[in-house]
Structures are given as structure tokens and as C-alpha cells.
T-cell receptor, first 118, second 113 residues
Framework: ETGVTQTPRHLVMGMTNKKSLKCEQH?????MYWYKQSAKKPLELMFV???????ENNSVPSRFSPECPNSSHLFLHLHTLQPEDSALYLC?????????????????FGPGTRLTVT | KNQVEQSPQSLIILEGKNCTLQ??????????LRWYKQDTGRGPVSLTI?????NTKSNGRYTATLDADTKQSSLHITASQLSDSASYIC????????????FGAGTRLFVKA
């Protein structure tokens, strides 16, 4: 295990539902990430939090709403999703980055949540 | 534009054979390159990290090479095992206008008995 856990592991939801994905890291890291992984596509970075402050948002639709209440927990709130949002959602954590600095810190990934939107 | 291209897209080899996966990138300026292994249904796990001054790095049966001049990297797997069946993802960090981490689409490796 990498020290990063995600729940649930699988989620099926309708387009009108509201659900949340949870990520928890036990590594003492200060940065956390949400990625979307679609079949045969590169991982897409969605959000980055460093020291509980959002430092990057890669033009993600507002139907995805992140929350980082502390450095160990990260949530992704979902509402009115589309079928094309079906994918594997991966959470990761690392020692960095700190805002405004370059980082080569290794990211440790959770097992992901397989999301299917019907 | 910062890009990472991997080849082949998928590969089938027999157990015990060697194979080499390729990664070409255009990320500049370059900071580091990582190879990740992702088993089905799990998150990626780092195999190696290479910086500008490093040409080769090994992790057991995995050996990564880096040519920073041609912006190419390879991952060589020796004496493959069934457990090597996975996706292998090349990740390059660097870039201008803010530090970026760019992921390749991965190579799907199937090792058959």
C-alpha cells in the first residue's frame, strides 16, 4: 500500500445525483492532487492543493468541486455529471509543491475510484 | 507545447523475454523524468526518477535510460515475469510559465506464459 486511501473504490451515479469522493493520506505530505484517468488517455491533472490552499485548477468544469479541510484529507464533490465524466479518479500526495516553486517530489497515488455516470 | 509521447501503445511478450519501452518528450526546460508502473485497478507506483545529469538508473529488473539531448528515455525490462503485466507511464516535469508535470498515455504491457 502507498499510504494513500480512497473511498469509495467504485461508484455508479445518475446525472442528477450528488456524491463525494474521499481521499486520505497517512504520509505526512503537504500537497494533494486529483487526477482523472480515461481509457487510453494520459492522466489529467484536475486540482492541486498545497498546505490546504488550492494552487492549481486546470479549467475543470464547475460540476467538480474540491475541498481540502486539512493536509491529510481531500474531497471531490460531484453534481450533475455527464456520461463523459465516467473515468478512474486518482488522488495523490507529495511533499511539495509549495506555491511558486518548482517541485520534483514523488507523488504517491491512491487506488482510485472507478466512477460510472449513467 | 509540452508533450510526452510513449511507444508502443501496447506490447505482448512471452515470460522470460526482455522488452524496451520508449518515451519522447518536448518539455523544456527539463527538470526530471519518472517512470511509473500501474497495475490494473490500482494507482501508479514510481519505478525510477532521472534528472538532467543522469543517463541510466536501475531498479531491480527495470533499467531506465535518459538522453537529455534528444529528449528521449527508455525503460528496459529484463527477464519479464507475469507480474510485469501493467501500464508503464512516463512522466516529465519542467516547462516554462509555471512548473508542470506532463503524463504520457502509457504503454500497456502484457506478459504471457
Amino acid at each position: 500500500e502507498t499510504g494513500v486511501t480512497q473511498t469509495p473504490r467504485h461508484l455508479v451515479m445518475g446525472m442528477t445525483n450528488k456524491k463525494s469522493l474521499k481521499c486520505e493520506q497517512h504520509l505526512g505530505h503537504n500537497a494533494m492532487y486529483w487526477y482523472k484517468q480515461s481509457a487510453k488517455k494520459p492522466l489529467e491533472l484536475m486540482f492541486v492543493y498545497s498546505l490546504e490552499e488550492r494552487v492549481e485548477n486546470n479549467s475543470v468544469p464547475s460540476r467538480f468541486s474540491p475541498e481540502c479541510p486539512n493536509s491529510s484529507h481531500l474531497f471531490l464533490h460531484l453534481h450533475t455529471l455527464q456520461p463523459e465524466d465516467s473515468a478512474l479518479y486518482l488522488c495523490a500526495s507529495s511533499q511539495g509543491p509549495l506555491p511558486g516553486t518548482a517541485s520534483s517530489y514523488e507523488q504517491y497515488f491512491g487506488p482510485g475510484t472507478r466512477l460510472t455516470v449513467t | 507545447k509540452n508533450q510526452v509521447e510513449q511507444s508502443p501503445q501496447s506490447l505482448i511478450i512471452l515470460e522470460g523475454k526482455n522488452c524496451t519501452l520508449q518515451c519522447n518528450y518536448t518539455v523544456s526546460p527539463f527538470s526530471n523524468l519518472r517512470w511509473y508502473k500501474q497495475d490494473t485497478g490500482r494507482g501508479p507506483v514510481s519505478l525510477t526518477i532521472m534528472t538532467f545529469s543522469e543517463n541510466t538508473k536501475s531498479n531491480g529488473r527495470y533499467t531506465a535510460t535518459l538522453d537529455a539531448d534528444t529528449k528521449q528515455s527508455s525503460l528496459h525490462i529484463t527477464a519479464s515475469q507475469l507480474s510485469d503485466s501493467a501500464s508503464y507511464i512516463c512522466v516529465v516535469s519542467g516547462g516554462t510559465g509555471g512548473f508542470k508535470t506532463i503524463f504520457g498515455a502509457g504503454t500497456r504491457l502484457f506478459v504471457k506464459a
